[in-house]
C-alpha cells in the first residue's frame, strides 16, 4: 500500500488542523492505520491509530482528548482531527499501514508509510 499525508500548515496555538492519508490499493481496509510525528533531533513518535472497521482507536497520552482518528475505507481515507493545537505539536505528521496491531506501532514501527506533512503551531 502507498500512502500521501497531507493537510498540514501554519497555525496559531488553539487553532484546529485536519490531516488526511490518502492510500492505494484495494485492500486499504485490511490494514491497521496510524499516525507518528517526529521532530528534529527526536525519535518518531506514536500519534494514534485506528485499527480494522475502525474497531479501536489508541492515542498517545499527550494527544488525548485533543486529536481524533478515523478512516473511510470506502475512499481509501485516513485522516487525523487535531484540535487544541499546542507549540508542542509542532512536528512532521506521517500516516502508516501494518497489517496487524501490537506493541510496534509504540516503538514506531509500521509496514507501510508515506511522506510526512509538516504540522507548525506558533504561540
Known amino acids: 500500500v502507498q500512502l500521501q499525508a497531507s493537510g498540514g500548515g501554519l497555525v496559531q496555538s488553539g487553532d484546529s488542523l485536519r490531516l488526511s492519508c490518502a492510500a492505494s490499493g484495494r485492500t486499504f481496509s485490511k490494514y491497521v492505520m496510524g499516525w507518528f510525528r517526529q521532530t528534529p533531533g527526536k525519535e518518531r513518535e506514536f500519534v494514534a491509530l485506528i485499527t480494522w472497521n475502525s474497531g479501536s482507536t489508541y492515542y498517545a497520552d499527550s494527544v488525548k482528548g485533543r486529536f481524533t482518528v478515523n478512516r473511510d475505507d470506502a475512499k481509501n481515507m485516513l485522516y487525523l482531527q487535531m484540535n487544541s493545537l499546542k507549540p508542542e505539536d509542532t512536528a512532521v505528521y506521517y500516516c502508516?499501514?501494518?497489517?496487524?496491531?501490537?506493541?510496534?506501532?509504540?516503538?514506531?514501527?509500521?509496514?507501510?508509510w508515506g511522506k510526512g506533512t509538516q504540522v507548525t503551531v506558533s504561540s
Open positions: 502508516a499501514a501494518d497489517s496487524a496491531y501490537g506493541s510496534r506501532w509504540y516503538d514506531g514501527l509500521a509496514d507501510y
